[in-house]
């Protein structure tokens, strides 16, 4: 079994930080990508940022120059550091582990932005 976990979430002011972590575990075989993805209420789940084992990005428009992620291969950890955070980036943020066994959704961290 594979389990992913993510931390890191919570409340913050327009124009504060937060970092999330994920970390995956269990029966991993070779990760291709690990991701954020978000889901505000009322809208359908939408990428963040992922990031390849090598280290290549692809980040979303809308976070572009905000986000940035990151990975640590040895640890199975990816970050998501997230600044000059904005009331729209208020929604569940969800880790996404994409191995050749298959792919692992994580539980999901709040993340709401409000002064």
């Known amino acids: 079994q594979v389990r992913v976990v993510e931390s890191g979430g919570g409340l913050v002011q327009p124009g504060g930080s937060l970092r999330l972590s994920c970390e995956a575990s269990?029966?991993?075989?070779?990760?291709?990508?690990m991701g954020w993805y978000r889901q505000a209420p009322g809208k359908q789940r939408e990428l963040v940022a992922t990031?390849?084992?090598?280290?290549?990005?692809n980040i979303a428009d809308s976070v572009k120059g905000r986000f940035t992620i990151s990975r640590n291969n040895a640890k199975n950890t990816a970050y998501l550091q997230m600044n000059s955070l904005k009331p729209e980036d208020t929604a569940v943020y969800y880790c996404?582990?994409?191995?050749?066994?298959?792919?692992?959704w994580g539980q999901g961290t709040q993340v709401t932005v409000s002064s």
């Open positions: 996404y582990t994409n191995t050749i066994g298959g792919g692992y």
């Open positions: 269990g029966s991993l075989f070779s990760i291709n990508f």
């Open positions: 990031i390849t084992s090598g280290g290549s990005t």
